[in-house]
């Protein structure tokens, strides 16, 4: 039997895998050399005291990813780290009635995921780590029941076709390049400072101290560089998960609700120019009015446009 658009029953396919989850990875391998120079230098320590090989520091590593996606890590530890919180009675009561009817229809349990509110002035919504649907208080405020719910099950699509997998491991791996890339330019500006200040006068002083601040300025600088090159990636594969997750929505039959949402989220836009080739290259998002007439499309085509 073939379940058509908006069946009370969650298709096979809405349950599937994306495609698109897997051009994530390309951020991913991307920051591996940036990420392998950076275990590297914060297991020096480790074995010059500890006598820790080098496998198991790195495998240390790797567990704290599995920690990350368990549920009760991002309830209070990755949500803090978001800025986001847990909706107070008044917003929960308006977030589960726009949820629960994507949870019934679905057949989906509901204790998977962790509905919480960022404080913006902003339309915005996203899903984090595997578990986290998280609405802007904005949204919650503009956005009537079934605009929310059309919002919501774009959210979950991304879970569910594991968009969110990816994006959280490259976040989580560039946590550590970051930090050492801003020591590192914090030492080259002491080096550089304590060059000038005492070893001035003594001319072979002077050339170490500074080439060992220009050493430690251009790995910082190649780090942040290898960061820059896997968010572009990563961006431009989050542009082609945002029309799975729209197509995914209207398979779990809440795609009318997500396109009102959107042309509601358009209508409050501020008017701009035409973004600029490098803003689009760099873009995390297609532009709304793409995603409309993509969705509007595909609505029509699967004789379910409102």
Do not use: Y
């Given at each position: 039997?073939v379940?058509t658009?908006?069946?009370?029953?969650?298709?096979?396919r809405?349950?599937?895998?994306?495609?698109?989850a897997?051009?994530g990875?390309t951020g991913?391998i991307a920051?591996v050399p940036?990420w392998l120079?950076?275990?590297?230098?914060?297991w020096?320590?480790?074995w010059w005291?500890?006598?820790?090989r080098y496998?198991?520091f790195?495998?240390?590593?790797f567990?704290l990813?599995?920690v990350?996606f368990?549920r009760p890590?991002q309830?209070?530890v990755?949500l803090?780290?978001?800025g986001a919180?847990l909706?107070?009675s008044?917003?929960?009561?308006?977030?589960?009635a726009?949820?629960l009817p994507i949870?019934r229809?679905?057949?989906l349990?509901?204790?998977?995921?962790?509905?919480a509110?960022v404080?913006?002035?902003?339309?915005n919504?996203?899903a984090?780590g595997?578990?986290?649907v998280i609405?802007?208080?904005q949204a919650?405020e503009q956005?009537?029941?079934?605009?929310?719910?059309?919002?919501m099950?774009h959210?979950?699509s991304?879970?569910?076709g594991l968009?969110t997998?990816t994006l959280?491991i490259?976040?989580?791996?560039?946590?550590?390049?970051?930090?050492l890339?801003?020591?590192?330019?914090?030492?080259?500006a002491?080096?550089e400072?304590a060059t000038?200040a005492?070893?001035r006068?003594?001319?072979?002083?002077?050339a170490l101290?500074?080439?060992?601040?220009a050493?430690?300025?251009?790995?910082?600088?190649?780090?942040?560089l290898?960061v820059?090159?896997?968010?572009?990636?990563?961006?431009a594969?989050?542009r082609a998960t945002?029309?799975?997750?729209?197509?995914r929505a209207?398979?779990?039959?809440?795609?009318?609700q997500?396109?009102?949402?959107?042309?509601?989220?358009?209508?409050?836009s501020?008017?701009?120019e035409?973004p600029?080739?490098?803003?689009r290259?760099?873009?995390s998002h297609p532009?709304?009015?793409?995603?409309?007439?993509k969705l509007?499309?595909y609505?029509r085509s699967r004789?379910?446009a409102?």
């Open positions: 039997m379940l658009l908006g069946s009370p029953r969650v298709t096979s809405s349950q599937s895998i994306d495609w698109s897997f051009t990875l991913i920051l940036a120079l950076t275990t590297t230098v914060l020096l320590p480790f005291w500890g006598d820790v496998w198991l790195v495998l240390s590593f567990s990813f599995i990350l368990s890590v309830r209070f990755l803090r780290l978001l919180r909706p107070n008044r917003e929960k009561a308006v977030l589960d726009a949820w949870v229809r679905n057949s349990d509901r204790r998977r995921f962790v509905l509110v404080d913006t002035d902003s339309l919504a996203f984090c595997g578990h986290l609405v802007s208080s919650i956005l009537d029941d079934a605009q929310l719910s059309g919002v099950a959210e979950l991304h879970h569910l968009h997998v959280t490259a976040q989580w791996m560039i946590l550590p390049i970051t930090l890339a801003r020591t590192g330019m914090k030492l080259r002491i080096a400072a000038v005492f070893v006068r003594i001319p072979l002083l002077h101290g500074l080439f060992f601040a050493f430690l300025h251009v790995v910082s600088w190649l780090l942040m290898n820059s090159l896997a968010t572009s990636l990563g961006n594969a989050s945002e029309f799975h997750a729209d197509r209207a398979q779990l039959g809440f795609g009318n997500l396109l009102a949402a959107m042309r509601v989220w358009e209508s409050a501020p008017q701009r035409r600029s080739m490098w803003e290259v760099f873009a532009p709304m009015r793409v995603r409309i007439n509007a499309a609505l004789g379910v409102r």
